[in-house]
């Protein structure tokens, strides 16, 4: 239990708002542990969003538990002793940032979590400094990239210094450079701070420096493993609606064209390397 930050335990999770009732999480188990840096992919409407928001007590299971660091979600008394060791960031960071001022907004939680002025200073000024925005501190949300926007409200999340940071594809809304931004970010506070991530997105690259990749499929794990072995999986990825990443794709083709080459690059630059190293040791 204490090396795991959270442990969701047979939980299903029904929509009961419409017509019929809809179990969209089904008999679920997982646990994340500790410094740890998870991304979850899944096609559309598997349950992706709904795990997350049952992460962070948002949502409370139907049937079964969610644990975080041993608090039971459902106990009502524990709230925000839940909601400040997971932090969420969603999709549109302009809907996440409320104040004029960048460090402002940075402010918020730690003011509603109580703490002193100078306590709130020394927060906000760290949180900026970790996502590389401190020198935005005084210009206005407005006037930022979409990019910088996502990081002021990561910052904000860090500032109540949360144990866990759970993101639900924190860069649809980004161009390439703004994702990679985030993701840079994302995987510097995992590394330096021992943040643990769990990440939801559609990009596969984004996922190639994590520890694991939880694949969802209609509500349940339809796989659980490490990068390199989930985008090898062809067959399973195909049945669960996603796509091999290209670049493994091709990689996965010269090698059965007579080349030697590693496939555990995702990335462009990492497969072009590969690529280089296979046709160097072979003399050419
Ligand atoms: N508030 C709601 N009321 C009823 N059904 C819902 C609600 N929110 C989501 N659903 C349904 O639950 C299922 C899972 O939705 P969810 O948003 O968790 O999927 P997702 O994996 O995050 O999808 P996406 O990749 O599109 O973000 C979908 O079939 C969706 O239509
Ligand atoms: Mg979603």
């Known amino acids: 239990m204490e090396n795991n930050i959270i442990e969701v335990k047979n939980v299903t999770f ?13 008999d ?15 096609r559309n409407g598997s349950g992706k969003s709904t795990l997350a928001k049952l992460l962070n007590g948002l949502y409370k299971p139907t049937v079964g538990d969610v644990f975080v660091d041993s608090i039971n979600t459902k106990d009502e008394a524990t709230e925000i002793e839940i909601k400040r060791r997971v932090g969420m960031v969603f ?14 907004d940075v402010a918020f939680g730690p003011e509603n979590l109580g703490f002193e002025p100078n306590e709130i200073r020394n927060r906000v000024d760290n949180a900026l400094k970790a996502v590389d925005m401190y020198d935005y501190r005084q210009k206005s949300p407005h006037h930022l990239s979409g990019g910088q926007k996502q990081r002021v409200a990561i910052a904000g999340i860090i500032a109540m210094e949360p144990e866990c ?13 703004g994702r990679n931004e985030i993701i840079k970010t994302i995987e510097k506070l995992n590394k330096e701070k021992g943040i643990t991530i769990i990440l939801i997105t559609h990009f596969m690259e984004e996922a ?14 339809a796989a659980d493993d490490k990068p390199a072995k989930i985008f090898k999986n062809a ?14 794709e091709l990689l996965i083709e010269l090698n059965n064209n007579g080349f030697n080459i590693d496939t555990n690059a995702i990335s462009i630059e990492e497969a072009a390397e590969k690529i280089s190293e296979a046709l160097h040791s072979e003399g050419i």
Do not use: C, H, W
Not at 91 to 104: C, H, K, T
């Open 165 to 177: 940071i759970v993101l639900d594809e924190p860069t649809a809304m980004l161009d390439p450079r």
């Open 28 to 42: 679920f188990s997982i646990a994340f542990q500790r410094g740890s840096f998870t991304v979850i992919l899944g």
């Open 208 to 221: 190639q420096n994590a520890d694991r990749i939880i694949v969802m499929d209609d509500g349940v794990i």
């Open 14 to 26: 029904e929509y009961s708002g419409g017509e019929s009732p809809k179990t969209v999480i089904k």
């Open 91 to 104: 999709q549109n960071p302009d809907n996440q940032l409320l104040a004029s001022i960048v460090e402002e």
């Open 235 to 248: 067959k399973m990825l195909k049945s669960v609606g996603l796509d091999v990443p290209q670049t493994t």
